[in-house]
């Protein structure tokens, strides 16, 4: 087995971004957590306050060799509104603002080269914070994989769904099951 690199991005609810990461090749795992706050171990509830200072992110486990972070990032900024300052759609607070939080020296170059590129994809103005990545706590089980588990509910059929179809779109060579 090859080496592995962990990738820490916040694009909103962390539905929708664990959902498109989990169809990338070269993803090994996706979990859904809290980053960049200050209380340890944040509930959901806490978060949703908008009083622990963390964000709605996800870590990716990706093999480098088969997809790379820079990759990851341009899937990062097509998939999520990277202009709209703490906030996505409906989903408004400090919870849900954008933010790439970087490993290593490398990551933080690559994330501000893909912040250049993203602001040619939308015309400017992304707002997308980039620092080190500090204590990432897992979110609670019910919320891993909840495309997944639960396609249906109302949110992930209006919000999550078309971010998933974007991707597909956009990205059709990198999907897991592409021939």
């Not at 992304?126 to 495309?147: C, M, N």
Request: charged share 20%; glycine share 8%; proline share 4%.
């Amino acid at each position: 087995m090859s080496e592995t690199e962990i990738a820490t991005v916040a694009g909103g609810c962390f539905w929708c971004t664990e959902a498109v990461f989990v169809r990338v090749k070269g993803v090994r795992r996706v979990v859904s957590g809290y980053i960049d706050g200050q209380v340890p171990n944040p509930t959901y509830e806490q978060v949703c306050s908008g009083r622990t200072g963390h964000t709605e992110a996800v870590e990716i486990e990706f093999d480098p060799a088969v997809v790379s972070y820079d990759t990851l990032l341009d899937i990062f900024f097509a998939t999520h509104d990277p202009t709209q300052l703490n906030r996505q759609g409906n989903d408004i607070g400090t919870q849900y603002r954008s933010g790439v939080y970087f490993h290593s020296d490398a990551q933080k170059e690559a994330a501000e080269a893909a912040i250049g590129r993203a602001n040619e994809l939308w015309g400017g103005g992304v707002v997308t914070e980039v620092k080190p990545a500090t204590t990432f706590y897992e979110a609670e089980g019910y919320h891993q994989d909840f495309y997944e588990n639960n396609p249906n509910q109302g949110y992930c059929m209006a919000i999550v769904a078309p971010k998933v179809a974007k991707f597909r779109q956009q990205f059709a060579s990198l999907l897991i099951d592409a021939a």
